[in-house]
């Protein structure tokens, strides 16, 4: 029979607002079913078991034989929401499977006390923001990882890793993996609204930004980008409405930016294919930038095509100046600009990005993250 895992997810299913997390955490349930795993996901929802299945099946519809347990929970106020959560989880968790996954310190301890086999991964560099507690988690998860169940720690960076080893956490039990993406898909039916839009822009430059339109992002910078490089067309992907209307109203008169609002995840790949240069700018004000491990990456890598990239700690990881990417100064204007431009008006830079889809078949898809956790445990 083959080895079962449950996925635990702590944050909520929302279909208005479709989170990076649940991403990741969808993909990885799809490499695990690929390497002969009976997977079943865990999540918290506001939604009936029917509408939440339907909202999993229209973001990745290729996650067929995944199971799911969606545990329902109705908070009437706000500061009890992850409580709330926490006990709704709980009651759904069976001890019935070989491994649990989650990202949950809270699950983790329950997992940990009832004897399952834990796989933990962390994505930020604390377990709460709250120093005295913060503490004593990290004293706490010290000695949960000396216990035989505790299996593997999982950081999405070599910079978390080495945190986490500051704070004398066992290295021999981490690993570092950063997130992945898969090859491009060339079997998906694309709306004639996307594609006509591609082919209106013409032969003009594309320059694209998928992702998060949130502050700390700084993504209006895209806006003096555009007015910089007159003779290319940028184009952002993301964002709520909200977002979406601020960022028009400060390009009002700036011709040569587009901002698209929210794209259905199953088109992004389509849409960064379409471009010339992708554009993967985040800024200092993000809490996790020291340590992270944006999927934007490898989706980008994927696409093939020029990525110009921020160089942040976590980033140098993966994307080297001049030979996967070209790499700005982190938040300065006039470097990126300058990147960009180079790009524009010297053809032989847009090949820089020609072999990301092969480097990231090697290194960086769902599968060769999960094969690398199979094989973790198995030594």
């Known amino acids: 029979m083959p080895n079962s895992i449950l996925f635990i997810l702590e944050t909520p299913l929302n279909q208005k607002s ?3 997390n649940l991403i990741q955490t969808l993909q990885m349930c799809k490499a695990y079913r690929d390497n002969n795993y009976d997977v079943t996901l865990l999540m918290p929802t506001t939604h009936s078991n029917e509408k939440s299945e339907e909202v999993i099946n229209n973001i990745m519809p290729d996650a067929k034989g995944v199971k799911y347990i969606f545990s329902e929970f109705n908070s009437k106020f706000k500061f009890s929401q992850s409580l709330d959560r926490f006990t709704s989880l709980k009651k759904s968790i069976s001890f019935t499977y070989d491994y649990y996954y989650t990202r949950s310190y809270f699950i983790s301890q329950y997992i940990m006390r009832k004897g399952g086999q834990l796989i933990y991964e962390s994505h930020n560099a604390y377990f709460t923001k709250h120093k005295f507690f913060n503490k004593l988690m990290t004293s706490h998860m010290k000695k949960l990882m000396k216990k035989d169940n505790f299996k593997l720690f999982v950081t999405i960076s070599d910079s978390l890793k080495n ?3 500051d704070q004398t956490l066992n290295s ?5 993996l950063h997130d992945g993406a898969e090859p491009i898909s060339d079997n998906i039916v694309v709306p004639e609204h996307l594609t006509s839009f591609f082919e209106e822009i013409g032969d003009r430059k594309i320059v694209l930004y998928a992702g998060s339109l949130y502050a700390d992002r700084k993504v209006d ?8 490089s007159p003779e290319a067309y940028f ?5 709520n409405p909200k977002e979406v209307e601020e960022l028009k109203a400060q390009a009002k008169g700036v011709e040569n930016v587009k901002f698209l609002g929210k794209i259905e995840h199953k088109y992004i790949s389509y849409m960064l294919t379409k471009a010339d240069i992708l554009l993967a700018i985040w800024s200092y004000d993000v809490p996790t930038m020291n340590y992270c491990s944006p999927l934007k990456v490898f ?3 994927s696409a093939g095509k020029l990525i110009v990239a921020e160089g ?3 980033i140098l990881e993966v994307l080297k100046d001049q030979e996967n990417a070209l790499i700005a100064q982190p938040e300065d204007i006039d470097h990126l600009s300058s990147a960009i431009q180079s790009a524009i008006d010297n053809p032989q830079l847009m090949e820089i990005g020609v072999n990301n889809p092969a480097l990231l078949e090697k290194k960086y898809t769902w599968d060769v993250r999960v094969k690398e ?3 973790t445990l198995a030594a």
């Open 18 to 20: 479709i989170k990076a």
């Open 163 to 165: 945190y986490w080893v």
């Open 172 to 176: 021999s039990q981490i690993v570092a």
């Open 221 to 228: 910078r895209v806006i003096e980008l555009a007015r910089r």
């Open 235 to 239: 184009v952002v992907v993301g964002g």
């Open 299 to 301: 989706e980008y890598m």
């Open 312 to 314: 942040y700690l976590p």
């Open 373 to 375: 956790i199979i094989k």
